[in-house]
């Protein structure tokens, strides 16, 4: 058995580049996601409101990374409790999130996207009269998240003063 058959299927993501993501397989991302992570970030779904684990989940330090690919996308700050059944961040860690216009159901909406693997990760809507910086929520379903203690965008953030924003 060759070393690459002796690995994990969750480490052919630490090994590729960030344009390798948005291309694997289906195959590939069933292989490393459970069957809820994998219909909401690849097939663009979405969780019911008021069940997943981080609608109330208010930490006052951390960060939110992406479930497919791990990548850092919103720290603790940016979280905010908008009574949506899902949870909502009025800003993400810069470069992190991607946007698009996504026009099913007969509207236009935003739709916000892992920049380095492509993943759903929800939709954003503006001015709904939030006291937030930016009059933004960044509607997100749990299962596209995992959430670390730890925050390593922290150190590259160290001014960041979300109420200083307009």
């Known amino acids: 058995m060759s070393s690459s058959d ?6 052919w993501r630490s090994e590729v580049t960030d344009p390798d993501f948005q291309e694997a397989s289906s195959e590939k ?4 996601l459970d069957e ?10 979405t969780e019911a409101p008021g069940s997943g684990e981080y609608d109330n989940h208010m930490p006052s330090s951390g960060v939110y990374t992406c479930a497919g690919c ?9 979280k905010f409790k908008s009574g949506c059944g899902w949870p909502a961040f009025f800003d993400a860690v810069p470069g992190a999130v991607t946007r698009h216009t996504d026009r099913t159901f007969g509207m236009a909406r935003t739709e916000i996207v892992c920049t ?9 809507f503006k001015g709904e009269g939030y006291a937030t910086p930016t009059d933004e929520r960044h509607c997100v379903n749990s299962v596209s998240l995992n ?3 730890d925050d390593p965008v922290q150190d590259a953030e160290e001014d960041f003063k979300p109420e200083a924003k307009v």
């Open 6 to 11: 002796e690995k994990s299927d969750s480490d």
């Open 29 to 32: 991302w069933q292989a490393v």
């Open 36 to 45: 809820a992570q994998f219909r909401v970030l690849r097939k663009k779904g």
């Open 70 to 78: 791990h990548t850092p996308l919103y720290t603790a700050k940016h």
């Open 116 to 124: 380095r693997c492509g993943g759903h990760l929800g939709h954003v």
């Open 147 to 149: 959430f670390a203690k």
